[in-house]
């Protein structure tokens, strides 16, 4: 059974950080809330722990002493970038530790899908001394998801289909990453000709918006010939 622990970065009087009428602590949260829904519906096998479910203040400290104190196997911590810039980039402890060699073929993992499945601009995988990244006992990440005051970036992070792509590569990297054991229960068709997610809803008796939220991967007015969806 593995622990992941998510941490939703800021929270309650410390926005993080602003822009584009969005705050940094609210996307933080959605994300991390949609990673341990989609982890605990597609994976077997693992238990999650979130810093926060709610806009709450929490200091560094006693993020990593929760973490810590739970025994988690990864420490994930979600937050978005400010400061002239665009794209997405990831962050290990900057120090000399043991396993930083694992660390960064766990990063690794979580960072390539990300790139993969939002087409960000991939700014690098980089080393840092946060508190976060050094005080957890732990395979500690942190990603940086797009830049708030980026007027292209913040607009991906307003909308809801981007984010659950943006929540989904997070958990398919650590799937990966942890070698989680996918649920068995899932159902796939295979796209063809003339057929919508409207017609597949009625065929599974499910509706368009369970489709889309099984296949964040997928664009429903580009359906192709071929194209493999999850219809349960
Ligand atoms: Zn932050």
Redesign the pocket.
Known sequence: MKKIFIDA??GGADS??IGNGLK?KDV?LTIALKMRDYLNREYAEQIIKLSRTKDEYLTLKQRTNMANHWGANCFVSI??NAGRGAGFESYIYNGKFADKRSTNRFRNHVHDEIIVGTKWQDRGKKEANFHVLRESSMTAILT?NGFIDHEPDARKLKSDGFLNTLAFAHTKGLALALGLKQRTSKKMHVIQKGETFWNLAIKYQSTVKKLRQLNPDVIPERLQIGTRIRVK
């Open positions: 970065g800021h993080g950080a940094e933080c937050h978005l940086e």
